[in-house]
């Protein structure tokens, strides 16, 4: 069975305080790995799509890595905007394309 | 905006009560999702279709839990007898297998609360 562990559960920065999320999984196949940002009463906002140990994407201060076990969604030098739940999602390779989700990591970011 | 919709964007009914949503995805998105999310939680699969043919669906899918995509465009939910534990933000996401792209791309999502 799929499974995804984001840790950790919540976060607290000050505004320009880098940081790293957590999203270990662990899935028969990896088709993608994916990052959501979901904002409170919104639905998940895409982010990223990772397909291969080794790869990055970057887009503005966030950048997500992708290892065989865990990838990392790095923030560098935060702002308030960017407080939200950050969620974490495998699809395998086998199977309809359906996703399965971490529980996600709350971050609060404070001026 | 051309991104996925769903209406109503929140219901409140009483137990026992049915209740239906609609989904309207990306225009052209052949794949289309239902999912479940409770406070606290990731989103979690309910049940998906390929245009109009239901292809999946999860064991959290109860025999009260009925989903349509007649035309293989908009997708309807339909919860019968509602009980409190129905009682979530039920999301809607759609994909295209054009392009090579996997990413689905959810909608508001409706909240649904039962009393």
């Known amino acids: 069975e799929d499974q995804v562990t984001q840790s950790p559960e919540a976060l607290r920065l000050q505004e320009g305080e880098s940081s790293s999320l957590n999203c270990s999984y662990t899935?028969?196949?990896?088709?993608?790995l994916f990052w959501y940002r979901q904002d409170p009463g919104k639905g998940p906002e895409f982010l990223f799509t990772?397909?291969?140990a080794g790869e990055e994407k970057e887009k503005e201060r966030l950048k997500a890595t992708l290892t065989k076990k865990e990838s990392f969604l790095h923030i560098t030098a935060p702002k308030p905007e960017d407080s939200a739940t950050y969620l974490c999602a495998v699809q395998a390779g086998s199977g309809y394309s359906t996703l399965t989700f971490g529980k996600g990591t709350m971050l609060l970011v404070s001026p | 905006d051309t991104g996925v919709s769903q209406d109503p964007r929140h219901k409140i009914t009483k137990r026992g009560q049915n209740v239906t949503f609609r989904c309207d995805p990306i225009s052209e998105h052949n794949r289309l999702y239902w999912y479940r999310q409770t406070l606290g939680q990731g989103p979690e699969f309910l049940t998906y279709?390929?245009?109009?043919?239901?292809?999946?669906k999860s064991r959290l899918l109860s025999d009260r839990f009925s989903a349509e995509r007649p035309k293989g465009s908009f997708s309807t939910l339909e919860i019968q007898r509602t009980e409190q534990g129905d009682s979530a933000m039920y999301l809607c996401?759609?994909?295209?297998?054009?392009?090579?792209?996997?990413?689905?791309?959810f909608g508001p999502g409706t909240r649904l609360t039962v009393t």
């Open positions: 899935v028969s196949g990896l088709r993608g």
């Open positions: 996401a759609s994909s295209s297998l054009e392009g090579g792209g996997i990413e689905q791309y």
């Open positions: 279709f390929q245009n109009e043919a239901q292809l999946e």
């Open positions: 990772l397909y291969s």
